[in-house]
């Protein structure tokens, strides 16, 4: 399985940014593709998830209500869709396949940088 994330930039705070992860291989039904993040100095956290085969999304309690987890049709690319941004959702964000949430994935994708300036 390979990933790659995109759609990161540098915007300001209250600002809207959509991640894209583009997923190719084979990933079984029960798969989840994750997000994570990871801030300078800081270990890296979960922050969505939707399981592969039924659609079912999770969301890390300190993006809910902010950022949805979501996918076409087709179930790539998986799009992480971030509102009102704050300065402390600046990091670099992951994509990976594997198990919810747990930081040991399958694979990982290379990040895309988010940077929200105040």
């Known amino acids: 399985v390979q990933l790659q994330a995109s759609g990161g930039g540098l915007v300001q705070a209250g600002d809207s940014l959509k991640l894209s992860c583009t997923a190719s291989?084979?990933?079984?039904?029960?798969?989840?593709i994750n997000w994570f993040r990871q801030a300078p100095g800081k270990e890296r956290e979960f922050v969505a998830a939707?399981?592969?085969?039924?659609?079912?999304?999770y969301d890390a309690d300190s993006v809910k209500g902010r950022f949805t987890i979501s996918r076409g049709i087709a179930k790539s690319p998986v799009y992480l869709q971030m509102n009102d941004l704050k300065p402390e959702d600046t990091a670099v964000y992951y994509c990976?396949?594997?198990?919810?949430?747990?930081?040991?994935?399958?694979?990982w994708g290379q990040g895309t940088q988010v940077t929200v300036s105040s």
């Open positions: 291989g084979r990933i079984y039904s029960s798969g989840v």
């Open positions: 939707i399981r592969w085969g039924s659609g079912t999304t």
């Open positions: 990976a396949e594997g198990e919810m949430a747990t930081l040991s994935q399958r694979f």
